[in-house]
């Protein structure tokens, strides 16, 4: 039976290109995805390498309180995924429940993590296939993206299959890696406090690193995308998110703390070489199964990312975004499989192309993104119980409102400034091109940028 849909601003109907994403998922299902595309393997061997170069010892510590921050955006984001079940993620949440130009800039922040997290996370892959094969990193990356890109074309069920059996795989790494760091634990645990405690690094260091470790644990949300697709979703996708953030943090930490304990002195941990303590506490051999292991989490969240990403443009084109020919374009689901295969393609290709990128510069930019988006939500969870929709029963509340938003705010506020002037100045580049469309295009046509909350 044919969903009905209904708009946030005004009454339109859907393009008639644009039919409806099949909802074929649960809360295993979801999770499986939503914990791919966290893929705790490939952010432990990819992005946190380099936080040990800058953090050290505060690197578990950095981790642990991006965890914290993240239970109170969860909430949010439960909360208002539940009232505003949209593949459009935060862009649709903020747009219903502010207004419509807060959710325009809302998606210009989150296409900067749409396009730029997968080829970080892709660049990393040649690393891991080393022992067997050398390859350049961004060419690597790119062929990733590309095989990623066919994979996020076929129907969200078999992807969920398949991720969740290279999740299995990626959490035995895990396993491996913390068994092996915890048996050779060589220094105290106080290592790990803050230098009044006995470690050796203060926590103003681990605030001004807590935009990377944001980064690090960044994923859980994803469940929101996938809303569309998931049956009963103001059940599902606060179970969905919950469960990933647990089991993320824990398969985070863990290795991490393990790591660090594990780590011969301070020098060896900086050098962020995670496959050499590896040899160095086991075998090359070992090293060897886990770097393929690793190589096969990378792949995992860079097809999960697409498939995520694509729902997001896809989206976007149905609400009406773009000039009327690029809306019928990316608004096309496949028949055969139910996927938005116009916006994969698109998604797919442009996330190569930035393979090609310095992966310092995607990183620092994207860690601004990630907190911006948060502070977008919280801000937005603000306003939601004021709206007409705060009588409905099946809307998910949070405990502690609006105190739980209100820290999530100032927590975010006080790391976004600690940023680097470069990474804000990006960020703040994308925002003004946004503005400009918005006061050039979007704002001159009312019938343009009309959000769409599909029901169930």
Do not use: K
Not at 86 to 94: H, P, R
Not at 254 to 278: H, K, S, W, Y
Not at 379 to 385: G, K, T
């Amino acid at each position: 039976m044919p969903e009905a849909e209904t708009r946030a601003d005004a009454p339109a109907p859907v393009p008639p290109s644009t039919r409806p994403l099949s909802r074929s998922i649960g809360v295993g299902g979801g999770t499986l995805l939503t914990l791919s595309c966290v893929t705790p393997a490939s952010s432990l061997f990819v992005i946190v390498p380099p936080l040990l170069g800058t953090l050290g010892n505060g690197t578990a510590l950095a981790i642990a309180l991006a965890v914290v921050l993240c239970i109170g955006c969860t909430f949010c984001y439960s909360e208002l995924g539940t009232l505003v079940p949209s593949s459009g993620g935060e862009y649709a949440m903020v747009s219903t429940v502010l207004n419509r130009f807060a959710g325009w800039m809302t998606l210009a922040i989150s296409m900067i993590v749409v396009l730029v997290v997968p080829p970080i996370i892709a660049i990393g892959v040649a690393e891991y296939l080393r022992p067997v094969l050398d390859v350049d990193p961004s060419v690597a990356g790119a062929v990733v993206m590309l095989a990623s890109t066919l994979m996020g074309l076929l129907n969200l069920r078999a992807n969920a299959w398949i991720t969740g059996t290279f999740l299995l795989i990626e959490i035995g790494a895990i396993a491996v890696v913390c068994w092996l760091g915890f048996g050779h634990a060589v220094r105290p645990p106080s290592v790990l406090l803050p230098g009044a405690l006995g470690g050796d690094y203060s926590l103003v260091t681990v605030v001004a690193g807590l935009a990377v470790a944001l980064f690090v644990t960044q994923g859980f949300s994803t469940s929101v995308y996938l809303a569309e697709e998931m049956r009963e979703p103001r059940r599902t996708v606060v179970r969905t998110m919950l469960w990933t953030l647990g089991i993320s943090s824990l398969a985070l930490l863990a290795p991490v703390v393990a790591i660090t304990l594990g780590a011969p002195d301070d020098a060896a941990l900086a050098q962020g070489d995670l496959t050499g303590m590896v040899v160095g506490w086991s075998s090359p051999a070992v090293g060897v199964a886990i770097s393929l292991c690793i190589a096969l989490a990378i792949i995992n969240a860079a097809i999960v990312m697409v498939i995520q990403n694509s729902r997001v443009v896809y989206a976007s084109a149905r609400d009406a975004t773009w000039p009327d020919p690029v809306n019928r374009a990316l608004g096309q689901v496949s028949r055969r499989f139910g996927s938005p295969w116009a916006a994969t393609m698109v998604v797919g290709l442009s996330e190569t192309v930035l393979c090609f990128v310095p992966v310092e510069t995607l990183t620092g930019v994207t860690g601004v993104a990630v907190v911006a988006l948060y502070l977008m939500v919280a801000v937005a969870c603000l306003r939601s119980r004021s709206s007409a929709s705060d009588t409905r029963p099946d809307v998910w509340r949070m405990p502690w409102w609006p105190a739980v938003p209100l820290v999530v705010i100032a927590a975010l506020a006080y790391v976004l400034v600690e940023q680097s002037a470069l990474d804000l100045g990006i960020t703040a580049a994308v925002l003004l091109a946004a503005a400009l469309y918005w006061w050039g295009y979007l704002r001159r046509h009312p019938d343009r940028w009309s959000v769409t909350v599909p029901t169930d």
